[in-house]
C-alpha cells in the first residue's frame, strides 16, 4: 500500500506561481513513477506531468510544457509540482497518483495505469 496526501493547493491570480507536494507513506520503495493529474468542473481527468521515481525522468503534457516543473525528494518521500504563469483554465482539482509497475512513457499520461491516489487539492487561478 502507498498513501498520497497533497498539500499546496490554493487561489492564486493569473500569471502568479503554485507549488504542490505530494507527500508518500507505506511502500514508497516500490513506487516506479508518481504523476500529477488535474481535473476541471465538466472536464476529463488529464495527466499533466510524470516523473520516474528512482531516475527521475519528467513528462509533460504539451499545454503546461516550459510553464511546469515535477520533480521528487526521494529522502523526503515527496514530489512536488511547480507551477508558473498559470492560467484560469489551470482551475481544477490538482492529484498525485502513483504506479508501482514499470510502463513505457506513452502510458503515463492514463489514469488506468495507477495503482493509488490521493484526496487531491483545489487550485484556483483568477482572471
Known amino acids: 500500500q502507498v498513501q498520497l496526501v497533497e498539500s499546496g493547493g490554493g487561489l492564486v491570480q493569473a500569471g502568479g506561481s503554485l507549488r504542490l507536494s505530494c507527500a508518500a507513506s507505506?511502500?514508497?520503495?516500490?513506487?516506479?513513477?508518481l504523476g500529477w493529474f488535474r481535473q476541471a468542473p465538466g472536464k476529463e481527468r488529464e495527466c499533466v506531468a510524470a516523473?520516474?521515481?528512482?531516475?527521475?525522468?519528467?513528462n509533460y503534457v504539451e499545454s503546461v510544457k516550459g510553464r511546469f516543473t515535477i520533480s521528487r525528494d526521494n529522502a523526503k518521500n515527496t514530489a512536488y509540482l511547480q507551477m508558473n504563469s498559470l492560467k484560469p483554465e489551470a482551475t481544477a482539482v490538482y492529484s498525485c497518483?502513483?504506479?508501482?509497475?514499470?510502463?513505457?512513457?506513452?502510458?503515463?499520461?492514463?489514469?488506468?495505469?495507477?495503482?493509488?491516489w490521493g484526496q487531491g487539492t483545489q487550485v484556483t487561478v483568477s482572471s
Open positions: 497518483a502513483a504506479s508501482l509497475k514499470w510502463q513505457p512513457s506513452r502510458w503515463y499520461y492514463d489514469a488506468m495505469n495507477y495503482d493509488y
Open positions: 507505506g511502500r514508497t520503495f516500490s513506487m516506479y513513477l
Open positions: 516523473i520516474t521515481w528512482g531516475p527521475g525522468n519528467t
